[in-house]
């Protein structure tokens, strides 16, 4: 056990150090673009950092060693999971971060168009892929079209992120790099070439990180004998959010709420779409209390979060309630019979 302890904090300490790596770089590849904020944390972070998170299904489901059933329970269990870690457990962490500097009554102020649009979509992607756990299996057809509905609400959710670029910009919400470049401080070139290099090598440091904080995690749920679909919900998800947590821990501590934000809900987006897609076609994809639960409390969080975003910005003690909101689901969980 202790040994797989210190695997844990050793998978954290290169989580850390590539998540630093790794916003470094996307600030000054958003510079460099001229692209927006929101550009920059909702498609091109929250896309960079789910690579952990994202494999876990897709290799539960292609090739994992276990029995078929199992892989489906690890599988729909991360799929799922995600996202209800990012829309409670990762806006309160983001808020915790800066609650002593701001104080309860501060506000993260977020790009407001861009984070309703995050949670709009998102609440509508999330719609679908319960509405396909409500079909019985026969009707593949109907299955088959949420799932393609699915994919194309990312891609027109891409595209309204991409539009609204230029004006966010021009109303001064462009990205700016804050810090050097960590590679430039070696005597390179900033260029289009070596922000590339250095976003390559944190990436590959982020899901190196996480696949070890994974294996470590697995070790010691097996030790406590903790049931699979379990595992995939709660354990998996911490392990695998690690990235989109700290790296909007570090952007909102600097200020940068629209990107610490983006950096959250742009992940939702993207894992309540594609991710759900594959567990459709993939997975029997059914509706069992626990993943309900799961659903409704993910609903819940981010509903709350779509209410709460006013135009001064969102108040620091509401994600708070979203953190309660995962709180409570961990203690239903518990209480279902294994």
């Known amino acids: 056990m202790s040994a797989l302890v210190l695997q844990l904090l050793l998978m954290l300490l290169v989580i850390l150090a590539a998540a630093e790596i790794f916003t470094n770089a996307l600030e000054h590849l958003g510079a460099r673009l001229g692209i927006s904020e929101g550009v920059t944390g909702s498609l091109f972070a929250a896309v960079g950092t789910a690579l952990p998170e994202t494999m876990v299904p897709l290799l539960a489901l292609a090739a994992g060693s276990g029995s078929v059933q199992v892989n489906a329970e690890i599988g729909t269990g991360a799929i799922l999971g995600a996202p209800l870690m990012l829309s409670t457990l990762s806006t309160c962490l983001m808020a915790l971060a800066v609650l002593v500097r701001r104080g309860l009554g501060g506000r993260l102020h977020p790009e407001r168009s861009g ?46 992120t991409l539009r609204a670029s230029r004006a966010l910009v021009d109303g001064g919400h462009a990205t700016q790099a804050g810090e050097k470049m960590l590679l430039a401080r070696t ?101 069992r209390p626990d993943v309900l639960g799961g659903i409704a409390i993910t609903l819940l969080a981010a509903v709350w ?26 203690a239903i969980a518990l209480l279902q019979p294994a």
């Open 187 to 287: 005597g390179l070139p900033v260029n289009l070439l070596t922000i590339v290099v250095q976003l390559a090598g944190a990436t590959a440091l982020l899901v190196a990180g996480a696949k070890g904080f994974i294996g470590g995690v697995e070790g010691v749920s097996e030790a406590l004998r903790v049931s699979p679909l379990l595992i995939s919900l709660l354990v998996i998800p911490i392990a695998t959010e690690l990235p989109e947590k700290i790296n909007s821990i570090l952007w909102v501590r600097r200020g940068k709420d629209t990107l610490a934000m983006g950096n959250i809900t742009g992940a939702m987006v993207f894992q309540g779409t594609l991710l759900p897609a594959i567990g459709i076609l993939g997975t029997p994809w059914t509706a």
């Open 305 to 330: 979060l779509r209410i709460m975003a006013r135009p001064g910005g969102i108040a620091l003690w509401v994600p708070l309630v979203n953190g309660a909101l995962y709180v409570i689901y961990i």
């Open 115 to 160: 984070l309703l649009r995050d949670l709009n979509c998102f609440i509508a992607a999330f719609v679908l892929a319960c509405a396909a756990m409500l079909l019985p299996q026969e009707a593949r057809a109907a299955r088959k079209a949420l799932a393609l509905a699915l994919v194309l609400l990312y891609l027109f959710y891409m595209t309204l």
